[in-house]
């Protein structure tokens, strides 16, 4: 039986191939890298904004589809684990499936969407996520996946558009406190000093700074900052409404707490210690504890083996727990005519089962909650980031905030010198400014 649709000759594979490379991507693959020097992604030009078909009637038949799929590839481990899983399923259902590792996701859709011929499903990091949502290039089937509710509902949140979530989370990372077990020790801490609270943090921070290392390193930018804001129960944007809340006290009580961490000097940006993120800087072993996600694991391993750390949990705030999740859906392109295929391809890979086999394949954590039990029993000292899909905190995903954030990102680099007040009023009102266009 042939799809409903066909792509004679499928031209824009030419195209893609001649784009694709299996290097690594800026988009990391484990739920988006949370790296303050990822690229902001931006919705394609020229989407076409054509209507998509309503939840339900997916466009094509899955017996016989021909289904493109493009991915931000960490490297070698996950283009075959992702090869080799959707070719499973093409076997199965009798159709075909290309794998192709981008190059430059965000330039290759936006190139793909311009010319109303994207790859069918492909990764879309929730930060792109709205302009995507907003521009039509996105089929919204979310509703017709079994078990949709089993996903994370941060998740779901993150990939919700005006009321309807379009995608499937894929995986997610989350931040979590590094400790450094021999700095540790040597200061005199043990098991009963982990901090829990805002004011154990800088007790302890203060007791690992010595003249050669800083107690603790934070990666400027918002996507680590922003950890703060969500422990006093602040925010850039109400989740629900979409409203500017820069401004808000919790905020500016949140980034002067850390400006008192770096103004103190227990608390330093990775350049202050010649690094380029926290993960260096806590390697070389220039700061004693730093706050990464889970992404940290490969870089200790195979740049830092001989560095002995523990992880926990980031301490509360006075509102809580709180820490930011890093994600990416499996999108499906509005105008691909082999939406029902790539519908039961997103089902199958983000099954409890496969994605558990991605886990083991290249690193990342599962989206759906009925894979934490498993996963924390494969890998018990990731438990303290995965927790973090119960109260984390998505990115801000909508349209047309990416210059404003990227501002706030570059803002934020002199928070040590700069009154928060400033920081949040400027991005306050250049937001307010981009959703009123």
Not at 12 to 18: D, M, N, Q, W
Not at 105 to 116: K, R, V
Not at 138 to 154: C, K, M, R, T, V
Not at 160 to 181: R, V
Request: charged share 20%.
């Amino acid at each position: 039986m042939s799809p409903t649709l066909t792509r004679a000759a499928r031209p824009r594979r030419v195209a893609y191939l001649a784009l694709a490379v299996a290097g690594v991507t800026a988009l990391a693959a484990c739920g988006g890298s949370g790296f303050e020097d990822d690229p902001a992604a931006e919705g394609g030009d020229d989407a076409g904004g054509g209507a998509s078909a309503p939840a339900g009637e997916a466009a094509g038949e899955v017996e016989g589809a021909e289904l493109q799929v493009l991915i931000a590839s960490s490297g070698e481990a996950e283009t075959q684990a992702v090869t080799e899983a959707a070719q499973a399923w093409a076997d199965e259902n009798g159709a075909t499936v290309e794998v192709l590792p981008a190059q430059d996701i965000t330039q290759e859709l936006s190139q793909g969407f311009a010319a109303g011929d994207p790859p069918d499903l492909f990764y879309v990091d929730a930060g792109a996520f709205g302009d995507y949502a907003a521009n039509g290039n996105l089929y919204p089937y979310a509703e017709q996946l079994a078990d949709n509710e089993d996903f994370y509902p941060s998740l779901r949140q993150a990939f919700t558009y005006e009321g309807t979530q379009y995608c499937a989370p894929k995986d997610f990372s989350t931040l979590a406190l590094q400790i450094n077990t021999a700095a540790w020790e040597a200061a005199g801490l043990t098991d009963e000093d982990i901090p829990s609270t805002w004011e154990e943090l800088q007790a302890v921070a203060e007791q690992l700074t010595t003249d050669d290392q800083a107690g603790l390193v934070i990666g400027q930018g918002r996507d680590r900052a922003g950890a703060f804001l969500v422990q006093n129960g602040g925010w850039w944007l109400d989740p629900e409404t979409g409203e500017v809340t820069a401004t808000s006290e919790a905020n500016v009580e949140a980034l002067q707490y850390v400006q008192g961490l770096l103004e103190s000097g227990v608390a330093v940006l990775p350049a202050e210690v010649d690094s380029g993120w926290g993960g260096e800087a806590f390697g070389t072993e220039r700061a004693a504890m730093t706050m990464e996600g889970n992404w940290i694991r490969g870089a200790m391993s195979n740049d830092y083996p001989d560095v002995e750390y523990t992880v926990v949990e980031l301490p509360e705030g006075p509102a809580g727990k709180g820490t930011l999740q890093f994600t990416q859906c499996w999108g499906i392109a509005a105008e691909s005519p082999d939406q029902a295929a790539a519908v039961s391809l997103v089902e199958h890979l983000t099954s409890p089962e496969q994605q558990i086999a991605f886990a083991e394949a290249f690193g990342v954590m599962p989206s759906r909650q009925a894979a934490e039990e498993e996963y924390v029993a494969a890998f018990p000292d990731d438990a303290p980031f995965i927790a973090g899909g119960e109260y984390g905190q998505g990115p801000v995903n909508q349209p047309g905030l990416q210059p404003a954030l990227a501002d706030l990102d570059s803002q934020l680099a002199q928070l040590e010198t700069t009154a928060p007040e400033q920081i949040l009023e400027s991005f306050q009102t250049n937001a307010e400014a981009a959703l009123q266009q």
